[in-house]
C-alpha cells in the first residue's frame, strides 16, 4: 500500500513527464501551465488509493488518474473563466496569462487529452468499459451542477435540497468517480464498487460544506485565500439559504437587503451578514450538518469488503481532507 504522499509525488511525477505536441505552443503551453500549478491531487491520488485496495500494480491505471487529473483542471480553466477569476492557486488563471480564445481552445484540448489518456488501458479490458460509463457520467454530470451554479446567481429562492445537488453534481462527482473507477478497473465487485461511490460522495459533500464555512469564519492565512467572497457575490450557499429561512423580522429585512444592494462597502457587508449568521446559529447548524454527512460517508466505507488496515488510509485521507483530527 502506498501512503497519501507518496502517491502525490507518483502522479506529479507523471505530469511533469507528459509530453505534449511542439505545435502550436499557444494551444499546448496552457495546457502545461495549468497542470503545472499542482493543488492536492485529490482526484487522481483517490483513485490509486481505491485501486490499491484490491491490486499493487498502480502504475498499470496512471493514464486513467490522469485523465481525471486533466480532466478537473479543464473545467478550473473554463471555471476561472466564466467567473472572470484573475489567480489560480496564487498564479494567473490561463485567460489573464493569455487571453480568453486561448482558455476556450486549451481547454477544449484538455477535454479531448483526458479522453485520449483514459482509453489508454487496454489491459483493463472489460474493466475498462465500465470505467469508461463511469467517467461519462460524472464528466457531465459536472457540466449539470455548473449550470445550476450559474442559474442560482439570479435566484433567491434557492432551496437547501437544491443546493445540496448542485454541489454533489459540480464537487462531490469526481471524488466519488475516482474512487468508483479505481475500484473498477481493480475487478471489485459492483456492491464495493458503489459503496466507495457514496463514501466519495459524501466525503464531497462535507468537504464543499465546510469551505462554505471557513469562507466566512476561517483564518484566511490558513484558508489561503480572503474571508467573506461568498458573501460578496451572494452566492447561494447551505449558510445563505438557511439564514433567510430561519431570520426573521429586522434581521431578515437586513439580510434580504445586503443582498439587493448593488453598491456597498465590501467589509461592511461581510461583517452585517456574518452578525445575522451569529444571531441565527449558522455557523453550528453548518457544523452539524457537516458531521452528519461525514459519518454517512464512513459508514459506507466500512462496508467495503476488504481489510479494515487496508482502509485507513481513505480514513485518514478523509479526515485530512476536513482538517480533523479523528
Known amino acids: 500500500m502506498n501512503s497519501q504522499a507518496e502517491l502525490i509525488a507518483i502522479v506529479n511525477q507523471y505530469i511533469e513527464k507528459m509530453q505534449y505536441n511542439p505545435q502550436p505552443e499557444g494551444l499546448y503551453a496552457p495546457i502545461k501551465y495549468v497542470l503545472s500549478l499542482g493543488g492536492k491531487r485529490i482526484r ?5 488509493m481505491a485501486y490499491n485496495l484490491y491490486k499493487d500494480d498502480i502504475q498499470t491505471i496512471m493514464p486513467n488518474a490522469i485523465a481525471l487529473e486533466t480532466y478537473h483542471n ?5 471555471d476561472d473563466l466564466m467567473d472572470k477569476a484573475d489567480m489560480r492557486r ?9 487571453d480568453e480564445n486561448t482558455a476556450i481552445l486549451s481547454g477544449d484540448a484538455m477535454l479531448i487529452i483526458a479522453y485520449q489518456l483514459f482509453s489508454e488501458n487496454q489491459k483493463a479490458g472489460t474493466n475498462l468499459i465500465k470505467a469508461m460509463q463511469t467517467f461519462n457520467e460524472a464528466t457531465l454530470g ?21 443546493y445540496m445537488e448542485m454541489i454533489r453534481l459540480k464537487t462531490s462527482l469526481l471524488l466519488a468517480c475516482a474512487l468508483k473507477i479505481g475500484a473498477q478497473l481493480a475487478g471489485a465487485d459492483e456492491e464495493d464498487c ?31 485565500k480572503k474571508i467573506g467572497g461568498d458573501i460578496l457575490c451572494n452566492k447561494k450557499t447551505f449558510m445563505l439559504i438557511n439564514a433567510l429561512n430561519i431570520a ?7 439580510l434580504e437587503s445586503w443582498i439587493r444592494k448593488k453598491e456597498y462597502n465590501p467589509q461592511e457587508k461581510i ?37 479494515e488496515s487496508k482502509k485507513e488510509g481513505l480514513k485518514l485521507f478523509a479526515n485530512n481532507l476536513l482538517k480533523r483530527n479523528k
Open 194 to 224: 458503489n459503496n466507495l461511490y457514496l463514501f466519495g460522495e459524501k466525503m464531497g459533500l462535507a468537504f464543499q460544506l465546510q469551505d462554505d464555512l471557513l469562507d466566512v469564519y476561517g483564518n484566511p492565512a490558513v484558508f489561503g
Open 90 to 98: 496564487g498564479n494567473p488563471t490561463v485567460h489573464k496569462k493569455w
Open 271 to 307: 461583517q452585517a451578514v456574518t452578525t445575522i449568521y451569529d444571531k441565527v446559529g449558522i455557523k453550528s447548524i453548518c457544523q452539524q450538518k457537516i458531521e452528519e454527512i461525514f459519518e454517512q460517508s464512513l459508514q459506507y466505507l466500512g462496508k467495503v469488503k476488504v481489510e
Open 248 to 254: 426573521t423580522g429586522e434581521d431578515k429585512a437586513q
Open 142 to 162: 459536472v457540466c449539470d451542477g455548473q449550470q445550476y451554479d450559474v442559474e442560482f446567481e439570479s435566484r433567491n429562492d434557492v432551496k437547501e435540497e437544491e
Open 44 to 48: 487522481p491520488v483517490l483513485m490509486l
Open 74 to 78: 479543464f473545467t478550473l480553466l473554463h
